[in-house]
């Protein structure tokens, strides 16, 4: 793609500037409208939230975020849109389903039980890359998917077959979820070998392992690693990703790293139901916690300012142009 869809309108990747590719403003998972004693924070509330978060972020000299919540994960495209246009600041958009444990899949496995099947959704996918999610006229810039624990399913597999379908239709490039580091080598054949190019993929959360030899596989595999949970330290610690971060550039691989935290800030219902819980956690799972906080540590490690500069601002503006992967060093 030559152009990208920003929640506010097409735009060129050498636009993006430093950019954290994974932050959410808000998530919902499937149920929490079934919750009528907890509907979340007002909505301005939430909005004010949302601005606050960009403005820090805006501060530390980043300039577009990636909110790759899928359709059935609560997101809501005319919120973003609106808290785009406030600060002034590039945010993509997703399209996309979540994982069968935790997403809309009884809605879409009840639909292929009456024959719609991979075709049919990759037709979401495209309308909303190329048409608009919904009436909104917000149209998704990047296709996200996921997988759970243990093993690909095969309803994980239809949504990887749509993602596919629609990638290559529209050429919106792909992100994607791993529980815990695993499954990113499965998910990478399955979407190559429906003929996307591997260099359009970020396998996600792959900073959930310390597995070097998993890090290399797909990095010899050609996509790029999202190293994008920093702050997460209740799932995987930050010690061990900023160690296996610094042995990936060690071995010349800044090239297929981006970056980023996962945070949500704000949340449909209550998922979380301590809320003093939520506030211990957002302490250090903030979206200027990489900057901040990771980058002096990757520096003591030996990380250089190209480097860093290669995982916030080229590594971004590549993927999205869909140029090839430079070689390795």
């Not at 246009?85 to 009884?106: H, M, N, S, V, W």
């Not at 990771?294 to 995982?311: H, S, W, Y």
Request: contains cysteine.
């Amino acid at each position: 793609m030559t152009t990208k869809n920003t929640i506010t309108g097409a735009g060129s990747p050498e636009e993006l500037g430093r950019t954290l590719m994974h932050e959410h403003l808000m998530v919902g998972y499937p149920g929490w409208e079934s919750d009528t004693l907890r509907a979340g924070p007002p909505a301005d509330e939430a909005f004010s939230v949302c601005v606050d978060r960009i403005e820090s972020i805006k501060a530390q000299g980043v300039t577009t975020m990636i909110d790759p919540c899928p359709n059935d994960l609560g997101r809501d495209a005319e919120f973003i849109a609106k808290v785009a246009q406030k600060t002034d600041f590039r945010i993509i958009c997703a399209t996309g389903l979540y994982k069968e444990a935790e997403g809309g899949a009884p809605y879409w496995k009840f639909r292929a039980s009456f024959g719609a099947g991979a075709d049919s959704i990759a037709e979401l996918f495209i309308n909303e890359l190329t048409e608009g999610i919904g009436t909104t006229g917000v149209k998704a810039g990047i296709i996200k998917v996921a997988t759970g624990h243990g093993q690909v399913t095969d309803y994980e597999k239809t949504i990887l077959q749509a993602a596919a379908i629609a990638s290559k239709e529209t050429g919106a490039p792909i992100t994607t979820h791993t529980d815990e580091g695993t499954l990113g080598d499965e998910q990478q054949k399955i979407l190559t070998g429906h003929g996307v190019p591997a260099h359009r993929i970020i396998i996600g959360h792959s900073c959930g392992t310390d597995d070097h030899d998993y890090h290399m596989g797909l990095v010899n595999g050609g996509s790029y690693l999202g190293f994008d949970r920093f702050g997460l330290d209740f799932l995987f610690p930050d010690e061990k990703r900023v160690s296996s971060l610094l042995r990936l550039l060690e071995v010349g691989a800044a090239s297929r790293v981006v970056v980023s935290h996962d945070t949500v800030w704000c949340w449909r219902a209550a998922p979380i139901p301590d809320p003093k819980m939520f506030e211990e956690l957002a302490a250090q799972w903030m979206p200027t916690h990489f900057i901040e906080r990771i980058v002096p540590r990757l520096k003591d490690g030996g990380a250089t300012d190209e480097q860093i500069d290669t995982m916030l601002v080229e590594n971004p503006r590549r993927f999205f142009a869909g140029d090839e992967l430079p070689a390795l060093g």
